[in-house]
């Protein structure tokens, strides 16, 4: 493992100091001109930066709070899809507004049967003429009433393993014959929606690769959520960290309650060990290895640690707790016993402490499930880096249409 970062004056670190010196505020626009968008890829878009060279840029832009335009599914996902197998109108047409953040993506997979056994999705896709037309229904489609345009995988061929006769496309949400329906989440915000396709025609030009060839494209879809390199937060990489609960800990003047201190020294050692655990992916790609049960386990270890933080947060903050504007600093001290006793519990009287330990608790369930549940990533642990037997897939062989009419039986 190389810890060895580059230092203040690595002439890298000082080349994007000087640019940032130069624009301080930079729009969307400019920032991926200059390649800082997405700077791991190849010009015009990246600077084909290694992986260190991306941790600076990701330090330098944290250090003076410049961020880069939110479209985490457009640019995490869609883009590199798009890149490897769209056309060259597609590329053309799509980039340059997903990395500016001008068009807002989301993602159109899971299916209210097909989530974790995402290759057992039913939506139909029938080609005819220069259009599919689109029949079925997706859920848990985050930020759809937002989006443009979604990346949306279905069924082209129902004569073949399940896998073999899925296709790939870009849909606008536009479309007619697309209707939404909200879901509110656990956190009360309309985060999710299940979206219905009703002969919904989207035009050819708009499939991606080859008709049946988007199980690949999907697997690859799914791998190129973009490694977290300088983020700890607590979500998914977003949000406050094991570290940041600390320095609010250390700032009210810290802890002397045993079982609390126990449970915060346990909690930045997992965090010390997710942090070893990037390191070692990252000297992996740096070597030019991919990255094998390092970046197997991370997910699996930084979902559970995102739930231990919150909880935690959650905890320390006593019965205040019940309250949505609380978090660890203000409770922390009546907890133990040596801080104020006023009553008054909301944000007003504790100015630092932000509404969002009290929304990464009640969403931090989530964490486990989204991207992979944690059974699934187990599985993936237990077969890829373990070497044990594979999990069984009955149906695995069978052609979709065979496969259905058994389950339907099995159900009778
Ligand atoms: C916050 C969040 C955001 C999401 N955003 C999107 C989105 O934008 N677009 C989208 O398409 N989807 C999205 N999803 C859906 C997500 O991909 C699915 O929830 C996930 O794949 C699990 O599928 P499921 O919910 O159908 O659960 P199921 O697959 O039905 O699983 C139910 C339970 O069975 C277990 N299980 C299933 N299979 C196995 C197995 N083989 N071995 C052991 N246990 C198993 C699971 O671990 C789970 O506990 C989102 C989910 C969350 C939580």
Known sequence: MDFDLPPDDDCRRLEVRAWLDANPDPNPAELLDVGYTVPHWSPPW?????????????????????????????????????????????????????????????????????????ANLATRA?????????????????????????????????????????????????????????????????????VFFDDV??????????????????????????????SAGSLWGAGPSAEDMLELVRRSGGCDHPLVRQK????????????LNRLRTLTAQIMGRIP????????????????????????????????????PYGRLRSVIGQGPTDSRLDTEYFPDVSPIWHYGFVFSPALTLGGGTFAVQRNIIAER?????????????????????GRQRSEV
């Open 46 to 118: 990246g600077i084909d930066a290694d992986p260190i060279h991306q941790l600076i840029i990701d330090e330098e832009l944290n250090r003076v709070g410049v961020r880069r335009p939110n479209n985490p599914i457009g640019i995490g996902w869609a883009a590199p899809t798009i890149e490897l197998a769209g056309t060259d109108y597609q590329k053309q047409r799509f980039l340059r507004p997903i990395f500016t953040g001008e068009e807002f993506w989301c993602q159109m997979f899971s299916e209210p049967d097909a989530g974790s056994d995402l």
């Open 126 to 194: 029938v080609r005819d003429g220069n259009e599919y037309v689109v029949n079925g229904s997706k859920i848990w489609t985050s930020a759809g009433h937002l989006s443009k345009f979604g990346i949306l995988i279905a069924r082209t061929n129902l004569d073949v393993p399940k896998h073999e006769g899925i296709s790939y496309f870009i849909c606008p949400t536009d479309l007619p014959g697309i209707s939404m329906t909200p879901i509110v989440d656990a956190t009360a915000s309309h985060s999710f929606n299940q």
């Open 201 to 230: 025609r989207i035009p050819a030009c708009l499939l991606v690769g080859e008709e049946g060839d988007g199980w690949r494209l999907t697997r690859i879809t799914l791998a190129n959520e973009r490694v977290s390199l300088s």
């Open 264 to 275: 915060l020294a346990s909690l930045k050692c997992e965090a010390e060990v997710l942090r």
């Open 292 to 327: 094998g049960a390092e970046a197997a386990i991370q997910k699996a270890m930084a979902d559970d640690h995102g739930k231990h933080v919150m909880e935690l947060a959650k905890e320390i903050a006593g019965a205040s707790g019940m309250l949505v504007g609380s978090g």
């Open 385 to 405: 880096v373990l070497g044990l037997p594979r999990d069984v897939d009955v149906d695995a062989k069978k052609t979709w249409a065979e496969a259905q009419l």
